[in-house]
């Protein structure tokens, strides 16, 4: 029997992305068809959504949805069958999803994603025409509100899940936003929407789903501590039973080295040297000098969490030891200036781009030698999976999903040839320099790299084994049994 699920989110990749959450959105509903799951995406109607919906249908209008005209439409984009959530006053605007061009957070972001999450909870009550989910997977703060309102309404039946896809993002808002969520007065309360004196939309759904799932096991077991857990350990903790760690997967049709329309030269694990006129597109886009000397790349947002203020250092380390450097990401601005100030102290050796830019991220994983990621916390990370795929060398930090997913180049790996990149504990900056010092030497060792390479590029990380545990945990949830 075909599982109908309804899914959540803020994001889906290729219309609306800031991060891996959007890929996993986007891939989600393909690698779930072969599982018998058929899954339609609520997204909200942000300008990039609108301007692809082409022929839509009104599934339901809203006179005043949280005090905005608001009509759920039903299209289907790029093969996605999404509903998505036309609010011109909520989302119709310039800027990025949560926030404007100078980085501030929308003010009434707990008016748009109480709005997102009261319209998938009304879908979940039945108010489409001829369809009705099965279930509702919901992702983040954005969309967790739905797993409350269901609890609270007449869906309170229909399983509900909450995946985390970053803890550290968590909806917290005043108290007095309360009693214009439009929910009962038994929702308020340490079991309910309350979090710490405030109101706390990741919290509610978290307490309120049957199934809490993040994506890796080993971010699994972290957040069940104070440090990782940033004050949701405990209530993570009292729910454990309901936790479960499932890797996000790589969608294979978007990265795939060997039919990348975005690389000037495919390749395959067997024409690896395939790679060399990427390398040289590469250093040619960053103003790089072109030689032999490790080549790494970042592709990340530039914060704390990925570890980006100790690259400061250690980018001088890099090439000191005679290693090249290019970084694509945004974010934090006086990392960014830090970084740009690096890249013109050392013309040809390290090159900076400031923003973002997908067809870019794909060159240079086709043509870097090794990508750092040297993060605090990593619920999975997929620039890594990519960089595996790609055959470029991944310099991971031993955390969450990082740890998930990279063997390291000790000796007894390297010489089973099971190493696929190096990992370094703890995330600070002397661990990051030696394994630098690491990836610097194993470089040298032409053999031994290759062999990394190749290694990374045979390692399955496609959606297929993700995603069957998600369909086992939907038909578990539906039959009572989770
Ligand atoms: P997070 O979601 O925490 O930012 P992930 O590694 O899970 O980190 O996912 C990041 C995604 O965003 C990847 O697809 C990565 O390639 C992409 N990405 C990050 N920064 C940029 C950028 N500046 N330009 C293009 N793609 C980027």
Same mark, same amino acid.
């Given at each position: 029997?075909?599982?109908?699920?309804?899914?959540?989110?803020?994001?889906?990749?290729?219309?609306?992305?800031?991060?891996?959450?959007?890929?996993?959105?986007?891939?989600?509903?393909?690698?779930?068809?072969?599982?018998?799951?058929?899954?339609?995406?609520?997204?909200?109607?942000?300008?990039?959504?609108?301007?692809?919906?082409?022929?839509?249908?009104?599934?339901?209008?809203?006179?005043?949805?949280?005090?905005?005209?608001?009509?759920?439409?039903?299209?289907?984009?790029?093969?996605?069958?999404?509903?998505?959530?036309?609010?011109?006053?909520?989302?119709?605007?310039?800027?990025?999803?949560?926030?404007?061009?100078?980085?501030?957070?929308?003010?009434?972001?707990?008016?748009?994603?109480?709005?997102?999450?009261?319209?998938?909870?009304?879908?979940?009550?039945?108010?489409?025409?001829?369809?009705?989910?099965?279930?509702?997977?919901?992702?983040?703060?954005?969309?967790?509100?739905?797993?409350?309102?269901?609890?609270?309404?007449?869906?309170?039946?229909?399983?509900?899940?909450?995946?985390?896809?970053?803890?550290?993002?968590?909806?917290?808002?005043?108290?007095?936003?309360?009693?214009?969520?439009?929910?009962?007065?038994?929702?308020?309360?340490?079991?309910?929407?309350?979090?710490?004196?405030?109101?706390?939309?990741?919290?509610?759904?978290?307490?309120?789903?049957?199934?809490?799932?993040?994506?890796?096991?080993t971010?699994?077991?972290?957040?069940?501590?104070?440090?990782?857990?940033?004050?949701?350990?405990?209530?993570?903790?009292?729910?454990?039973?309901?936790?479960?760690?499932?890797l996000?997967?790589?969608?294979?049709?978007?990265?795939?080295?060997? +039919?990348?329309?975005?690389?000037?030269?495919?390749?395959?694990a067997?024409?690896i040297?395939?790679?060399?006129?990427?390398?040289?597109?590469?250093?040619?886009?960053?103003?790089?000098?072109?030689?032999?000397?490790?080549?790494?790349?970042?592709?990340?947002?530039?914060?704390?969490?990925?570890?980006?203020?100790?690259?400061?250092?250690?980018?001088?380390?890099?090439?000191?030891?005679?290693?090249?450097?290019?970084?694509?990401?945004?974010?934090?601005?006086?990392?960014?200036?830090?970084?740009?100030? +690096?890249?013109?102290?050392?013309?040809?050796?390290?090159?900076?781009?400031?923003?973002?830019?997908?067809?870019?991220?794909?060159?240079?994983?086709?043509?870097?030698?090794a990508?750092?990621?040297?993060?605090?916390?990593?619920?999975?990370?997929?620039?890594q999976l990519?960089a595996l795929r790609?055959g470029c060398v991944p310099v991971v930090?031993r955390?969450?999903g990082l740890a998930d997913t990279v063997i390291d180049a000790n000796e007894a790996a390297v010489s089973a040839r099971a190493a696929t990149g190096i990992v370094f504990?703890?995330?600070?900056?002397?661990?990051?320099?030696?394994a630098?010092?690491r990836l610097?030497a194993l470089h040298?060792d032409r053999k031994a790299w290759q062999a990394m390479q190749r290694a990374g590029m045979a390692a399955d990380f496609?959606?297929?084994n993700?995603?069957?545990?998600?369909?086992?945990?939907?038909?578990?949830?539906?039959?009572?049994?989770?």
């Open positions: 029997m075909t599982i109908n699920l309804l899914s959540v989110a803020s994001e889906i990749y290729p219309l609306i992305k800031t991060g891996g959450l959007a890929d996993v959105v986007g891939a989600l509903p393909g690698a779930l068809a072969g599982q018998g799951v058929a899954v339609r995406t609520l997204v909200p109607g942000y300008p990039a959504v609108i301007a692809r919906l082409g022929k839509a249908k009104v599934v339901r209008r809203y006179d005043a949805l949280f005090g905005a005209p608001a009509t759920i439409v039903a299209a289907s984009i790029d093969g996605m069958d999404l509903l998505v959530l036309d609010a011109p006053d909520f989302f119709a605007r310039e800027g990025g999803p949560y926030g404007d061009h100078g980085g501030n957070d929308w003010p009434d972001n707990w008016k748009r994603f109480a709005a997102l999450s009261r319209a998938g909870a009304d879908i979940a009550e039945g108010l489409m025409k001829g369809w009705r989910p099965d279930i509702v997977h919901v992702h983040d703060w954005q969309a967790a509100m739905t797993a409350a309102y269901m609890r609270f309404g007449p869906a309170a039946h229909v399983p509900r899940i909450v995946t985390i896809h970053n803890l550290a993002f968590q909806g917290r808002f005043s108290a007095d936003i309360f009693p214009q969520l439009g929910l009962p007065p038994e929702a308020w309360g340490v079991d309910g929407v309350e979090y710490y004196g405030g109101t706390g939309y990741l919290k509610a759904g978290l307490i309120s789903a049957d199934a809490i799932t993040t994506v890796s096991p971010y699994a077991q972290e957040i069940r501590s104070p440090v990782h857990g940033m004050g949701l350990d405990g209530l993570i903790n009292g729910r454990v039973d309901k936790l479960h760690g499932i996000n997967g790589v969608d294979v049709c978007i990265w795939n080295p060997a +039919a990348d329309d975005l690389i000037p030269k495919s390749y395959g067997k024409s040297a395939g790679r060399a006129a990427n390398r040289k597109a590469l250093e040619k886009a960053f103003g790089l000098d072109h030689d032999g000397a490790p080549l790494c790349i970042i592709v990340s947002r530039l914060t704390w969490q990925k570890g980006m203020d100790l690259m400061i250092d250690a980018a001088e380390h890099l090439v000191a030891q005679g290693g090249k450097l290019a970084v694509l990401g945004s974010g934090d601005h006086a990392l960014e200036g830090a970084l740009l100030g +690096a890249a013109d102290r050392h013309r040809g050796r390290i090159g900076v781009r400031i923003g973002y830019d997908e067809p870019l991220s794909h060159l240079m994983q086709a043509g870097g030698d990508i750092l990621i040297p993060s605090r916390f990593e619920p999975c990370g997929l620039t990519y790609y930090a955390v969450g504990a703890p995330s600070d900056a002397l661990a990051l320099h030696g630098i010092n610097v040298g496609s959606w297929t993700s995603a069957a545990r998600y369909a086992d945990l939907y038909r578990a949830l539906m039959a009572g049994a989770a």
